[in-house]
């Protein structure tokens, strides 16, 4: 599938100690072609559970051409939880670590008992998904569903354990000798 294909030739480059894969669907670089979003939307919408679905909520900035895509096919609206600060009555601030920044994200647009979906391009430390999950709970959401695109190193299973919520993938990779190689799941 293109999602693998275009995964293994991938530039890596170095954030600090980190080796950062550069791919459309995370970074939006070199171009993303509307053949592997149809592709990625269509096999998150195969394997989410949407029904009965309030919103669907994304983190800032990579998340957010997947949400508007499946917002068009699910006719579900989304929130994005931002970088900046916008002091609305009711913003819910939380603190965002990843494997090379740190920051804050802020969380509007929910109300208590909104069953909501988490979507995200990557989950690797799990920093964000921690924080996005501890925002929604702030607001009073159900989470019925959490599906990121990619998955790499343990933040996946930590982020399960910690929290108590499954989190779905369409591809497990890991990046070796500045490649990306795809893992069995
Ligand atoms: O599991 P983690 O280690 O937290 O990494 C995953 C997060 O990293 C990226 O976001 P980033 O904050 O870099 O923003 P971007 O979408 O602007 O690249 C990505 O979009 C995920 O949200
Ligand atoms: O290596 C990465 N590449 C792109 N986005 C990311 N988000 C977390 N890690 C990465």
Same mark, same amino acid.
């Given at each position: 599938?293109?999602?693998?294909?275009?995964?293994?030739?991938?530039?890596?480059? =170095?954030?600090?100690?980190?080796?950062?894969?550069?791919?459309?669907? @995370?970074?939006?670089?070199?171009?993303?072609?509307?053949?592997?979003? &149809?592709?990625? %939307?269509?096999?998150?919408?195969? !394997?989410?559970?949407?029904?009965?679905?309030?919103?669907?909520?994304?983190?800032? %900035?990579?998340? !957010?051409?997947?949400? @508007?895509?499946?917002?068009?096919?699910?006719?579900?609206?989304?929130? +994005?939880? &931002?970088?900046?600060?916008?002091?609305?009555?009711?913003? +819910?601030?939380?603190?965002?670590? /990843?494997?090379?920044? =740190?920051?804050?994200?802020?969380?509007?647009?929910?109300?208590?008992?909104? $069953?909501?979906?988490?979507?995200?391009?990557?989950?690797? @430390?799990?920093? /964000?998904?921690?924080?996005?999950?501890? %925002?929604?709970?702030?607001?009073? %959401?159900?989470? $019925?569903? !959490?599906?990121?695109?990619?998955? &790499?190193?343990?933040?996946?299973?930590?982020?399960?354990? =910690?929290?108590?919520?499954?989190?779905? @993938?369409?591809?497990?990779?890991?990046?070796?000798?500045?490649?990306?190689?795809?893992?069995? =799941?």
């Amino acid at each position: 599938m293109l999602l693998e294909e275009t995964l293994k030739s991938c530039p890596i480059v =170095k954030r600090g100690n980190y080796h950062y894969f550069i791919h459309p669907i @995370t970074d939006g670089v070199p171009i993303v072609e509307p053949k592997l979003l &149809r592709e990625v %939307a269509i096999r998150i919408i195969k !394997i989410g559970n949407f029904e009965d679905v309030d919103k669907i909520v994304t983190a800032e %900035a990579m998340g !957010i051409p997947l949400a @508007t895509i499946l917002s068009l096919y699910t006719d579900i609206p989304y929130v +994005i939880m &931002r970088k900046r600060e916008y002091k609305l009555p009711g913003e +819910i601030p939380v603190f965002q670590t /990843t494997g090379y920044s =740190k920051g804050q994200l802020y969380l509007n647009g929910i109300n208590k008992g909104d $069953k909501v979906v988490i979507v995200d391009d990557v989950i690797s @430390t799990g920093g /964000t998904m921690i924080a996005i999950i501890e %925002a929604l709970k702030k607001a009073g %959401a159900e989470i $019925k569903d !959490i599906i990121c695109v990619i998955e &790499r190193g343990n933040g996946k299973k930590e982020v399960e354990e =910690k929290t108590g919520y499954k989190i779905k @993938t369409l591809v497990k990779i890991d990046v070796v000798d500045g490649k990306v190689v795809i893992l069995d =799941k």
